[in-house]
């Protein structure tokens, strides 16, 4: 199971929610279930954004 917390702690370098997605599209390769347990820390996240990580994972 993937959590979004565990990407974000693992991924200090990211700098905003378009690095985010590619980082969890990349993970959806090698992850089953993913769940979001936190909103992303970033200024430019969207409104839909967990509309938008549950499609970059699938």
């Given amino acids: 199971m993937l959590y979004l917390s565990e990407v974000l702690i693992q991924n200090p370098q990211l700098e905003n929610f378009e690095q985010l997605l590619e ?4 993970r959806s390769k090698t992850e089953m ?3 979001i347990d936190v909103k992303p820390p970033y200024p430019d996240t969207p409104e839909n954004w967990e509309d938008r990580l549950e499609a970059s994972f699938t």
């Fill in 23 to 26: 980082v969890v599209k990349e």
């Fill in 33 to 35: 279930f993913f769940r």
